[in-house]
C-alpha cells in the first residue's frame, strides 16, 4: 500500500490549496478515506473523511464549510480542496486508508486508518 500526499505548500490566510493523494497497491473503492493533520506541538487531528463511493463525507468542525474532500476512485486520487485558509491550519497533512467502505463515527480516530502517507506541509502566514 502506498499513499502519496502533494499540494501543499505557502500560503497566505484567506487563500486556498488543493492537496491529492494518489494511492497505489488496493482497490481504492473499496475504503473509506480520510485527511488528517499535525501542527507541532499538537496531537494528530481527524479533519476529514469520505466514504469508497464518495457519496458520504465527514467534517472536523474547524473546516467544515472551508474543507471539501473528493475522491476520483478510477484515477485513484483523494483531494482535498482548502478555501479561506488560516494560520491555525498550518500542518503537515496526511491521506490515510480506512478499515471497511463507510466512515464511522469514529472516523477522526487515528485506530480507524489501516494506513498512512508521508504528509505534505501546509504552511498560512502573512
Known amino acids: 500500500v502506498q499513499l502519496q500526499a502533494s499540494g501543499g505548500g505557502l500560503v497566505q490566510p484567506g487563500d486556498s490549496l488543493k492537496l491529492s493523494c494518489e494511492s497505489s497497491g488496493f482497490t481504492l473503492e473499496h475504503y473509506y478515506m480520510g485527511w488528517s493533520r499535525q501542527a507541532p506541538g499538537k496531537e494528530r487531528e481527524g479533519v476529514s473523511c469520505?466514504?469508497?463511493?464518495?457519496?458520504?463525507?465527514s467534517y472536523a468542525s474547524s473546516v467544515r464549510g472551508r474543507f471539501t474532500i473528493s475522491r476520483d476512485n478510477h484515477k485513484n486520487t483523494v483531494s482535498l480542496q482548502m478555501n479561506s485558509l488560516k494560520p491555525n491550519d498550518t500542518a503537515t497533512y496526511y491521506c490515510a486508508r480506512g478499515i471497511s467502505r463507510l466512515c464511522g463515527d469514529r472516523w477522526f480516530q487515528a485506530p480507524e486508518y489501516a494506513d498512512w502517507g508521508k504528509g505534505t506541509q501546509v504552511t498560512v502566514s502573512s
Open positions: 469520505i466514504s469508497s463511493t464518495g457519496i458520504t463525507t
